[in-house]
């Protein structure tokens, strides 16, 4: 069902009095313990413990996978106010936005302006979009500022968290609240007339601790683009402690925003105003029995609704559309024995979609069933084996299992190698599974396309052997990774020149090499670096999707920082990508270079108040396209003010 604009107005009370929710909890913050603090300090005394590889707590050494970490530190170095932003600094990653208010975060190609490919998580639950695939990142009710840190599970992890982490997996773990006492204010203004607002405020209450956030956002996006986006988001965290043994967190987010569209040059996209509205709900519940057994019950509501009403060529087009998914999960978390631990859990989820011009006048519904395994033996003191495994069941497919192995060899305690093999499947979207787009209409759709068929689940059979690196005093950290993947059934579009239309099925085939390197030094608290590097060849014959440039052969990243005396601190980011074109666009990209610098100084103004001053500047080094032709981000610069008080 759409959602008309009178039912959006009611959208603006709530979150004008979730703003005054937030002025009002400033009145009971209360202090907390100097144990609850976190440092700031570049430094990481020990190797990353990760959760993401297997669902069990592993050293980033010691995990089954090749796994990013971009911790709160990196984050605060990087100068960015995007969460999409941040996966520039992931080896093999692209980063770039058709419209302002839709950007794309891909890894090692395969995609459009939707990463179908790439599973992403918030503590643990999927945020995956039923309709299009991938996520809304501008539109996602969350602040970056609320971040703890973020994994990024750099190859396929089906076997883990299922067919939609086809590629990879992006796990977003918020901070406890605990860890994020007091309150903040942002502001921070600039070129591309940005302007974006932000306060945030956490407390505890006994046995309760909670924090909110709400942030205004507004932008006029790409040059040579209208597409400037007008957002306002409500972030919000509860963690309470029933027991010794049960805690119980609670995430809500709500956004509402407007997007403006249309294109002035080459396509004479009718102008239009999107109005969006966001709902995100997360449940969990943890019992403790013992240091080596938990069980958790997780239970995830996320719904997004838009319209979009547009007239061309006197067509009245009513492109409004409805996501929605309903999750629950139970996991548990046990060692059967001294060198044994494993997770299992069981799980389901229940879609649904609503696009009238994509799909027809009918919801479109599926429920999905899951149920998968993970153990990890250690044997002869330096070997690790990981064997993980999960079966699901769609209301349009048969049974899919997807599997993965991983032998993990400790050399010494510098060196850590690993070899992995796994098949992983992509399950067809409801989008995709009933696509019925009929009309054609200038900038949405040129030519009709239908699903004829029923979909098969796309495959990749992968095979890695990788390499972490411990170096002075666990100073600098390598990890180096050289992988083969055989793609099977990817979806493609042939011409029916019988009906003049394109149906959409499954048949391609394709293959990938990689190889990727990555290197993090912090010799001192007051310094680090951050270096990234990935090449791809991805070989592919027929049909109009274009596989083969979907992915840029080389991509650097690098972040360097440093903190001078006088609370005074400097950044400098590059990022690199080589050409590209992105899959149904019409022409490739040049490559694409950026250089960020952003200076900070903070003045503390009591022993419980600090102010801190941020200039930072945006280069694109002559780059031009962000996704196609026609549309880049401009040079571009910020002041920002923050004040923080206990």
């Known amino acids: 069902m759409g959602l008309g604009h009178n039912q959006l107005k009611p959208m603006n009370h709530n979150l004008q009095f979730l703003a005054a929710l937030i002025t009002t909890a400033n009145s009971i913050s209360l202090s907390v313990a100097d144990n609850h603090q976190t440092t700031e300090s570049f430094f990481l005394d020990d190797v990353p413990v990760v959760l993401s590889a297997t669902r069990l707590k592993q050293s980033l050494s010691n995990a089954p996978a090749a796994i990013t970490v971009i911790d709160k530190v990196m984050i605060k170095a990087s100068g960015a106010k995007e969460i999409v932003d941040l996966f520039r600094l992931v080896p093999g990653m692209q980063v770039g936005s058709k419209k302002q208010h839709l950007p794309s975060a891909s890894y090692h190609g395969m995609s459009d302006e939707f990463a179908r490919g790439m599973q992403v998580l918030v503590d643990g639950h999927s945020i995956y979009n039923a309709s299009f695939g991938g996520l809304f990142w501008v539109d996602y009710p969350l602040l970056v500022e609320d971040i703890e840190r973020i994994e990024v599970i750099r190859g396929p ?10 590629l990879g997996v992006i796990n977003i773990i918020t901070t406890h609240t605990s860890q994020d006492q007091g309150t903040q204010a942002t502001v921070r203004i600039g070129g591309g007339d940005s302007y974006r607002g932000a306060i945030r405020h956490g407390g505890q209450w006994n046995d309760l601790g909670y924090r909110f956030s709400f942030v205004h956002n507004q932008n006029d996006g790409l040059e040579s ?3 400037g986006i007008n957002t306002n988001t409500f972030s919000s965290r509860l963690d309470y402690q029933l027991s010794n043994n049960d805690t119980l967190q609670y995430n809500l987010g709500i956004s509402e925003g407007s997007h403006k569209q249309g294109i002035d040059n080459n396509l004479n996209d009718p102008a239009r105003k999107e109005r969006s509205v966001n709902l995100s709900h997360n449940f969990r519940w943890e019992h403790q029995f013992d240091p080596g057994e938990l069980v958790s019950l997780h239970l995830t509501h996320n719904r997004q609704e838009i319209v979009d009403k547009l007239t061309s060529s006197g067509q009245e087009i009513n492109n409004d559309y409805l996501s929605e998914q309903l999750d629950f999960e139970l996991q ?11 997770v299992w859990g ?6 649904r979609i609503d696009m009238p011009f994509w799909t027809g006048d009918d919801d479109k519904t599926n429920l999905l069933y899951r149920v998968f395994a993970n153990i990890e033996q250690r044997f002869l003191d330096d070997f690790s084996l990981n064997i993980g495994a999960l079966l699901e069941k769609n209301s349009y497919t048969s049974v899919d299992v997807s599997p993965k192995i991983s032998l993990n060899y400790q050399w010494s305690n510098q060196h850590n190698f690993r070899v992995m093999a796994s098949r992983a499947s992509r399950m067809p979207i409801l989008g995709e599974q009933n696509l019925n787009a009929t009309r054609t209409v200038q900038s ?10 029923r979909l098969k689940p796309v495959e990749v059979i992968t095979y890695e052997a990788g390499h972490h690196g411990q170096f002075l005093n666990n100073k600098l950290a390598t990890d180096i990774k050289v992988a083969h993947q055989r793609f099977h059934r990817l979806t493609r579009m042939d011409f029916n ?7 959409y099925t499954t048949g391609d085939v394709a293959s990938a090499i990689n190889y990727e390197m990555q290197v993090d030094y912090k010799p001192d608290p007051k310094s680090l670096f951050h270096l990234g590097y990935s090449w791809i060849n991805i070989q592919h014959k027929g049909g109009i999707s274009n ?3 979907s992915a840029p052969h080389n991509t650097l990243n690098a972040l360097s920082a440093y903190e001078f005396p006088w ?3 400097a950044s400098l980011a590059y990022y690199y990508r080589s050409e590209m074109q992105y899959i149904r666009t019409s022409s490739a990209i040049s490559q694409y270079q950026r250089l960020d610098f952003i200076l900070r100084k903070t003045f503390n103004l009591s022993e419980s108040q600090k102010l801190e001053l941020s200039f930072i500047h945006q280069n694109n080094l002559g780059s031009k396209d962000e996704f196609d032709a026609g549309g880049r981000l401009a040079d571009r610069t910020f002041i920002e003010m923050s004040y923080q008080f206990d």
Not at 497 to 503: I, L, N, W
């Open 332 to 342: 548990h978390t046990l060692s059967p024995f001294q060198s044994t631990r494993m």
């Open 346 to 351: 069981v799980g389901t989820r229940l879609d």
């Open 157 to 166: 992890a089906a076997a883990t968290y299922g067919p939609n982490a086809f």
């Open 547 to 549: 596989y083969r440039e």
């Open 444 to 453: 949405l759709l040129a030519i009709p396309v239908t699903t004829t068929e």
């Open 497 to 503: 020149p019988t009906e003049g239309r394109f149906d």
């Open 225 to 227: 683009v209208r597409d």
């Open 567 to 569: 609370q005074l601190q």
